[in-house]
């Protein structure tokens, strides 16, 4: 559950600022992906666990009412739901602290519990909200029934990842998941190829590299390199970037699933995660198909 505050800016270490309104919102990057890859038309099931809190019965709740599945989440008793304690300045940008608590009880057993769902699915999405072995696990079931692979390695590792985590089909980090996963600082295009070059050094298939405003870069099997920018706003309509990773993993994902190539998948995530950035908080900003067409038209008429 996303505790989420509304502020002119956000605070420094050791400062108090007032802010401007207050929300409970879901979140959690493996339901917002399944939330946002459902609204685009994708059949989706969610393996995760929640608390024996009111959180729990909300968000289960709200995933079912986006069409989740969600016969694959389990009530931890005595533990609390996963919280996000998010801040939101008025430029849109933020900062998140994340407290797993029932997240973090996911174990390798409970997944490989439900390996017959995953090993007849299209694809497998998978973050790091849950347990490393946990997430293993789930890889190891999908890539031994040739299941697609995508991991978005968020939050950003402190330490490096083992290499089952790394060899997927396609890992898809932000800036400073990247820089997490290399060392490498992405700041600009050259920096992001040496970034995706070294994470593909590491295991990955292919890397989806998302850069924010500047766009996205895909480094692909075939060692292609594409890059392109990220889709037009008009003026005003940034108002919340929380999520708008999860938006475009998912995106792509659905992409892959339905043929588009690696290339066009990510251009379609990318539309999907900036149409997600117009929109207030996690789940609520995830676009239906329909909705992201008459958005992308209307901004392609206006450029």
């Given at each position: 559950?996303?505790?989420?505050?509304?502020?002119?800016?956000?605070?420094?270490?050791?400062?108090?600022v007032?802010?401007?309104?207050?929300?409970?919102?879901s979140?959690?990057?493996?339901a917002?992906?399944?939330?946002?890859?459902?609204?685009?038309?994708?059949?989706?099931?969610?393996i995760?666990?929640?608390?024996?809190?009111?959180?729990?019965?909300?968000?289960?709740?709200?995933?079912?009412?986006?069409?989740v599945?969600?016969?694959?989440?389990?009530?931890?008793?005595?533990?609390s739901?996963?919280?996000?304690?998010?801040?939101?300045?008025?430029?849109?940008?933020?900062?998140?602290?994340?407290v797993?608590?029932?997240?973090?009880?996911?174990?390798?057993?409970?997944?490989r519990?439900?390996?017959?769902m995953?090993?007849?699915a299209?694809?497998?999405?998978?973050?790091?909200?849950?347990?490393?072995?946990?997430?293993?696990?789930?890889?190891?079931?999908?890539?031994?029934?040739?299941?697609?692979?995508?991991?978005?390695?968020?939050?950003a590792?402190?330490?490096?990842?083992?290499?089952?985590?790394?060899?997927?089909?396609?890992?898809?980090?932000?800036?400073?998941?990247?820089?997490?996963l290399?060392?490498?600082?992405?700041?600009?295009?050259?920096?992001?190829?040496?970034?995706?070059?070294?994470?593909?050094?590491?295991?990955?298939?292919?890397?989806?590299?998302?850069?924010?405003?500047?766009?996205?870069?895909?480094?692909?099997?075939?060692?292609?390199?594409?890059?392109?920018?990220?889709?037009k706003?008009l003026?005003g309509e940034?108002?919340?970037?929380?999520?708008a990773?999860?938006?475009?993993?998912?995106?792509?994902?659905?992409?892959?699933?339905?043929?588009?190539?690696?290339?066009?998948?990510a251009?379609?995530?990318?539309?999907?995660?900036?149409?997600?950035?117009?929109?207030?908080?996690?789940q609520?900003?995830?676009?239906?198909?329909?909705?992201?067409?008459?958005?992308?038209?209307?901004h392609?008429?206006?450029?």
């Open positions: 559950m996303d505790l989420v505050a509304r502020m002119e800016r956000l605070p420094k270490p050791g400062e108090t007032s802010g401007e309104f207050f929300q409970t919102i979140g959690g990057k493996g917002n992906q399944a939330v946002a890859a459902a609204r685009l038309g994708a059949r989706v099931s969610m995760g666990r929640v608390g024996d809190d009111t959180f729990g019965v909300t968000l289960r709740k709200n995933l079912n009412s986006a069409g599945d969600t016969n694959h989440v389990l009530d931890t008793p005595g533990v739901s996963g919280v996000a304690l998010i801040g939101v300045e008025q430029s849109g940008a933020n900062a998140i602290t994340v797993p608590a029932a997240n973090g009880r996911l174990t390798a057993d409970d997944v519990s439900f390996q017959d995953i090993a007849t299209s694809a497998l999405i998978v973050q790091l909200e849950t347990p490393i072995e946990t997430v293993a696990a789930a890889i190891q079931i999908a890539q031994k029934n040739g299941v697609l692979t995508v991991l978005d390695p968020a939050p590792p402190n330490e490096p990842l083992p290499r089952e985590l790394m060899n997927v089909d396609i890992i898809s980090p932000n800036q400073s998941e990247a820089e997490a290399t060392g490498v600082a992405v700041v600009d295009w050259e920096s992001a190829k040496l970034a995706a070059q070294a994470i593909r050094k590491q295991g990955a298939n292919a890397v989806v590299l998302k850069m924010g405003a500047l766009g996205a870069l895909v480094h692909a099997q075939d060692d292609s390199i594409h890059q392109f920018a990220a889709c706003v003026e940034i108002v919340d970037t929380t999520a990773g999860d938006a475009f993993t998912a995106a792509l994902t659905v992409a892959l699933c339905e043929g588009q190539s690696l290339k066009d998948a251009q379609f995530g990318s539309l999907a995660g900036t149409f997600a950035c117009t929109r207030f908080g996690a609520p900003a995830m676009p239906t198909r329909d909705e992201l067409k008459v958005w992308a038209e209307a392609t008429a206006a450029q």
